[in-house]
Structures are given as C-alpha cells and as structure tokens.
C-alpha cells in the first residue's frame, strides 16, 4: 500500500523528530587541546581543568596521550557566523588590518564544519535506517505492506515549521541542516519521497527574507557558509540572489551586496582577487564590482580566487 494521509502525517512528526535528535547529538564533538591551552587552564581555572581530566576519563574520548581531548560544542561556534565580530571591521578604507586572524578562524570553523556535518548526516544515516525498518514491521504486524511514502506539500508543513522555528531562534546552521538531512540519499533509499518541484530550503529563504528583523542576520549567515562549508553550502548563495531578484525589491539585493563587501574573505573569492588588490579600488569601483560578481554568480556559481 501506499502511505494513507493519517500515516503521512504522523510519520512526518516521527521524522522531523529524529531529525532534530541528530542535531542534537551531533553538535559535541572530541577536540584536542595542545600543550599550550592545558597550561592555560590549569592555571586559570583548574576547577575547570579538574572537570575536562574527569570527562575525558568517562566518556573514554582521549585522542592524544599527550594532550587533553575535550568536547567542543560545534553548534555553538558555528552559530557565531553571522554576528563575528572579528569579521565586522573597515577592512577596505583606513589602515590596512591584518587578516592571519581572520583566516585562522576560518579555517577553524570549516574543520569544525566538516565533523559537525559529517556527524549529523552518519546519525541520521544510522537512525533512519532503523526507525523505518522498525515502522515498516510495525505495520506488517498489523497486516499492511508499506511501499513508498510520497509526502505532500500540506506534509511538509511540520518540517518547515520546525526550521523556520531555528532561523527565527537565530539558529541558520540547525534550520540548514535539518534541510540537509530531509534531502538526504537515505531518504530515497527508504523510498520516503518529497512533493515534485518542492524545496524546503527555497521556502526557509523567502519565508526569512520576507521578514525584515531575520533577513540581515539570514543573509551574513548564507555568505559565510558558503566558503566555510568548503562548497558543500556553496549553493545558497545563487539560491539567494536569485529569490532576491525574482522579488525585485531592491533592499534585498542592496542588504546582500552590502554583506558581500563587509565580509573580506568572500570579497575576495568572489572576485577572485586579493585584499591588497581590493583594496585599491574607490568605495564606488568596489561596490559595482561586487555587484556584477553576484550577477555573474547567481548564473555560473563559485569561482576560486582569493582566500583558501
């Protein structure tokens, strides 16, 4: 059989459940402080200290015999992308600023990414895998055969509820990967299907572009990650431009080219040139430059240049 609306629905929630357990879950990962940092906190806080020695010990995380291996909240770090302070700086007028810093905290955040990521999709993977082997006996007990689940766009409902809820939270890394995980390979594998044409990803971004208080916060969130996923998010940016200029609000597109020139290290992939080059450009020069970079990118996606 295929599934009735009563099981749609109700399947709907169990999964967007699940999903939200795997986020969960998956933003404490095992991270190894140096020599240096140790020190650092023993003689700081060695309260703290104590409490580390003691969770390694438990949770049986020890990566390095030398060091001290602790949990790192991803989703804490990562969900700094849109208010970082060390990124809102006047990097194109007045002296020159150094940007090792800014680069080191990049590179940190996409390695943090690439875990945090991988552990919620390897969860989810895992997870669903045996929710819908267990759904499916549960109703071969019962005397019904489950085929495929073909979910409506009236189901999609309560997941888009949900990440709409994150974004309005200020949490765009929980709201994007909850889409993520929904669009996931597994899914297909279990035969759960979603609506034809549908994308939960382009409904979050008008939903949070047609509101004024999320849609500055959405969009720095959207530049950032897509050069700190390493191009795994890479795509939200056309998707962006492109609902931006289909609204024909030209706020839109002055909020996302005014993000684009503030942040350094997209500025410079974008147009492929480096800080000193950007540098010599007027304000005015700059701006249509990065304005007919975007153009270009909401048609051909991410050019390599700049930072890496």
Not at 14 to 26: F, N, Q, Y
Not at 275 to 281: A, S, V
């Amino acid at each position: 059989m295929d599934a009735s609306a009563e099981i749609r629905k109700k399947l709907a929630t169990l999964i967007g459940h699940l999903v939200t357990k795997c986020i969960r879950e998956a933003r404490m990962i095992p991270t190894v402080l140096h020599r240096e940092e140790v020190i650092s906190i023993l003689v700081d806080d060695p309260e703290r200290f104590a409490r580390l020695v003691r969770e390694e010990h438990t949770d049986q995380t020890e990566l390095s015999r030398e060091d001290l291996t602790v949990k790192l909240d991803a989703v804490s770090e990562l969900a700094k992308l849109d208010r970082l302070e060390i990124f809102d700086r006047p990097f194109w007028d007045g002296p020159e600023v150094e940007l090792a810093p800014i680069l080191e905290l990049t590179h940190q955040l996409t390695r943090t990414f690439a875990v945090y990521l991988g552990n919620a999709a390897t969860l989810f993977d895992r997870e669903f895998e045996a929710f819908m082997g267990k759904f499916r006996r549960s109703l071969a007990e019962a005397g019904m055969t489950l085929r495929a689940v073909d979910f409506t766009p009236e189901d999609m409902a309560v997941f888009e509820e949900t990440a709409i809820g994150h974004i309005a939270a200020g949490e765009g890394l929980q709201a994007f990967t909850y889409e993520k995980l929904l669009s996931s390979q597994i899914m297909m594998r279990q035969v759960v299907n979603m609506p034809a044409g549908y994308s939960l990803r382009e409904r979050l971004l008008r939903r949070a572009l047609g509101d004024a208080a999320l849609a500055p916060a959405l969009i720095r969130f959207v530049i950032r990650i897509s050069y700190i996923s390493q191009g795994a998010w890479e795509d939200m940016v056309p998707a962006l431009l492109a609902i931006a200029r289909e609204s024909g609000d030209e706020w839109f597109m002055r909020l996302i080219v005014d993000a684009a020139e503030k942040d350094v290290v997209f500025s410079c992939n974008l147009l492929c040139r480096s800080y000193e080059e950007i540098r010599t450009l007027d304000a005015t020069e700059r701006r249509r430059e990065i304005t007919g970079a975007l153009e270009r990118y909401e048609h051909t996606g991410w050019r390599s240049g700049g930072f890496h």
